[in-house]
């Protein structure tokens, strides 16, 4: 069950804050750059993770601050920059097992979900609708709310 509000998805009141990040251990843009900033500690314990030999595309890492959960959903292996972002970079069978083991993990601890709008968009060139029937996918009888920055007209999203 997935519904898109308007918000900043850094201070949403879910137990769960889910992005996309590769296996690289950079987080230098758009959601991933702002819970760099407003959780530390998730990124602290990111490096420490992308720093090691483990093969982390398709897993997640839940790391516990300020009274939820940041999951970090390793969804692309690199980051491609300027004229190869139109490449696709973000793997969408990973992000969907990662999706997957982030269901599985909230529904054990009856945990709310919250993910950004449009993950990945723009930034990787997967096309963003692919993504959404992948989140339709994995959480169609589970919660899961979409947080945008801009306005929408509508308050969920069909496919």
Known sequence: MVEIVRGDIAYAGEDIIGHLVTCKGIMGG??????????????SSYITLTNSEI????????????????????????????ILRKKQSCNKKALERALVELRHFAESHQYSIALPYR?????????????????????????????????LENNSEEE
Request: net charge positive; glycine share 6%; no cysteine.
């Open 55 to 82: 093969s982390l595309l398709g897993q997640v890492q839940f790391i516990q601050t300020k009274g939820k959960f940041i999951a970090n959903l390793f969804g692309q292996k690199y980051y491609k920059r300027g």
């Open 119 to 151: 993950m990945s968009f723009n930034r990787t060139g997967t096309e963003y609708r692919d993504i959404l029937t992948i989140i339709h996918r994995v959480f169609a009888d589970y919660p899961v709310t979409l947080y945008s920055i801009i306005d």
């Open 30 to 43: 758009s959601i991933a750059k702002q819970i760099k900033v407003e959780y530390p500690e998730a990124y």
